[in-house]
């Protein structure tokens, strides 16, 4: 990575000027800083793979397909994956499968949403990969900011910024007092930041995540902390760490380009694998003890990956 004492981006543009592909320069950088080009836009929008794991909740997970469709200047191809839902989702993928930009799967087994990413990587059709999280929503212009930065800046993994939405007894006020002061200074907003290397800590908001195709499955793609609870946490945090130790080039930006939905089923929320679960603990010390493997020196990163381990378990769906 590298930071610039100056702004290298003008990012004070109106909405239509941010997904109109134009990227202003302000003050020459350093000579040591690589400058953004422009990028020009096409009259054929862009494709980009998007993988997105769902377990119920079919209304949010409308939502989020309705908010890729209408992505600007991307063509997304969805790779929509059934991870066991409880109730008949029969006609729900048979409508969505005619589609021409979906691809649907069904897992024969709950294997989570990072293994079932993992499982449709034989799958992919472009260079670009983004995360959809089923019940959050991608901002019209999230998908061609990801790819313009990743083309400006050579990077391979990107994040951004998202914007807190849904039950509002979940997001907490930054300070305890009820005051209308402190409901105006609550987090309704995350960002991805520069990483302390000090820190084991989750430095890069993983529903804004778009990926190198090639750099994923170079990682070795997701890992597998070997029990399926526990494979539903904390995997997107040693993905980000692992990459970062590794040397991968991340482009960060603090634009908001999702919306991220809080509510009591979520992974961080739910009794299964929230925070203080028995699941989630156990996870954090997984990836504590691998922190220290990273941070000592020269590893092989497709030995803490899990890609291929789990393909058998999601078949192609086919009515």
């Known amino acids: 990575m590298a930071i610039s004492p100056r702004p290298v981006l003008d990012a004070a543009l109106t909405m239509e000027e941010r997904i109109s592909g134009i990227i202003r320069r302000v ?7 690589h400058q953004y080009r422009p990028q ?18 079919l ?14 200047f991307v063509q997304p191809i969805i790779h929509l994956i059934d ?13 969505w499968a005619r589609h021409p930009q979906l691809r649907v799967y069904r897992n024969r087994e709950n294997v989570g949403q990072f293994q079932s990413f993992n499982n449709v990587a034989p799958y992919w059709e472009t260079d670009l990969v983004a995360v959809q999280d089923a019940d959050d929503i991608s901002l019209p212009h999230r998908l061609h900011w990801a790819i313009q930065m990743l083309q400006a800046s050579g990077a391979d993994y990107f994040g951004g910024a998202v914007e807190l939405f849904g039950d509002e007894d979940l997001i907490r006020p930054v300070m305890s007092e009820t005051t209308e002061l402190a ?3 609550r987090a309704d907003y995350r960002r991805s930041f520069y990483p302390l290397w000090s820190k084991t800590d989750y430095f890069l908001e993983n529903p804004t995540a778009v990926f190198r195709t090639a750099m994923f499955r170079e990682m070795g793609g997701y890992a597998d902390f070997g029990s399926r609870l526990m494979n539903r946490t904390s995997l997107d945090t040693e993905f980000q760490l692992r990459c970062l130790y590794r040397g991968v080039r ?27 679960t028995t699941p989630r603990a156990a996870s954090i010390r997984q990836l504590e003890e691998r ?18 381990r789990y393909t058998h378990l999601t078949e192609r769906w086919n009515g």
């Open 27 to 33: 003050a020459p950088p350093p000579s040591s800083v």
């Open 40 to 57: 020009q836009i096409t009259s054929a929008p862009v494709p980009c793979d998007v993988v997105l794991p769902f377990k119920g909740q």
């Open 59 to 72: 209304d949010y997970v409308r939502e989020a397909l309705d908010s890729l469709l209408n992505q600007q």
């Open 83 to 95: 991870d066991t839902t409880e109730s008949d989702t029969t006609d729900f993928l048979n409508e």
């Open 183 to 185: 409901r105006m200074r």
């Open 250 to 276: 991340f482009a960060i930006t603090r634009e908001i380009v999702t919306r991220y939905r809080v509510h009591p089923e979520s992974a961080t929320q739910n009794r299964q694998t929230g925070w203080g």
């Open 291 to 308: 922190c220290r493997i990273f941070r000592s020196g020269n590893f092989d990163p497709r030995l803490f990956g899990a890609l291929g």
